[in-house]
């Protein structure tokens, strides 16, 4: 079984969502199976495992795109796996299996600001109905997505007429992640910091900034909470910082660092007090399960997907309660609460693997390529 992975969507520049997905797919995949990547750019080899073989072919957004069927078919394609559900060519003979990570860009519109203005008034026309989805997703043999609530969602709006597989995130050995638009970058550093922790207690946030993250709440709740520190980690543009900055409460303790080294994050993650979202919507939210990971409390909204990934094992509240939000943290100020917490989110998180979800995958592969 000739096995690709669509690697073109990988940063060159540092590890978005989808990157980190797709490479950490790739390098345990190729453990079990051999994979060749489809990269358009070399500079993307930095993010991608350096053992994995790979072809240079065109940009996905090129008009080329229509015709990859052809390039593939000469390299002798089983099965081709894209970690988003966009991929050319036309009467294929392999396989094809897509990824949709979840449904959000449906109930809050606004495309991520890196994308290319063009790109952006695409997403904001193809995301005005779900019939566009359903043609790309039935082109494929398969679906994958990354959790059951956007199963259960992709069912319920009748998204596609083929398989879909849970392929989950998880955190990775050694380093840690981020959502899709919450990067980070190893020069970055604080704004303002203290290096002297003393009795402060730190509130830890790795995610975008985006309207739809809902950080206004968390920074509403920092009225409630002296003697905490709320650490904002990810990159953010500067008329948005200057935004939540105005809305600061008076006698906060808010640190934006504008992006953070992985060893920064490992080190700021283990000693916080918790990991806090007040996010109205996730795919995953693969922060939480790198804070479980780390035995550090999870202080999130209550959503479905917060409920699947941590099997209940944090403390929630209301979205929009920033009262819910100071009062959640205020309980793990309980020691024992605390540690019966940290053990069973502990245990949660055991059961993310990119291991298990390559195996998974390549099951889903096999299933295709012999049915």
Known sequence: MSVFVDARWTRTDAYDGISRYGASLIAELHRLHPVTMLIHDRAQLALLPRDVPYVVVNNPLSPRELWLSRTLHRLGADVVFSPLQ?????????RLILTLHDLIYYRHPQPPGFLPLPVRLAW?????????????????????????????????????RRPVAVVANAPSAGTSQTD?????????????????????????????FMPYKNVETLLAGMAALPGYRLHLLSRIDPAREAELAGSVPAGADVVFWRGIGDDDYRDLLAGAA??????RDEGFGLPVIEAMNAQTPVVCSDLAIFREVTGGHAEFFAPDSAEGFAAAVRRLEEPEHRARLVSSAREQAAGFTWAASAGRLLELMRSVVHS
Do not use: C, K
Request: aromatic share 8%; charged share 25%.
């Open 124 to 160: 904001r026309l193809y995301h005005r109905a779900f019939w566009p989805q359903r043609v790309l997703l039935n082109r494929a043999d398969a679906v994958v997505t990354v959790s059951e609530t956007t199963r259960n969602l992709i069912a319920e709006h009748g998204l596609t």
């Open 180 to 208: 899709a638009a919450g990067e980070r970058d190893a020069a970055a550093g604080p704004v303002r910091a203290d290096d002297s922790r003393g009795a402060r207690r730190d509130l830890v946030y790795m995610g975008s």
């Open 274 to 279: 918790a990991l806090v979202t007040a996010s």
């Open 86 to 94: 966009v991929i050319g060519g036309f009467r294929r003979r392999y």
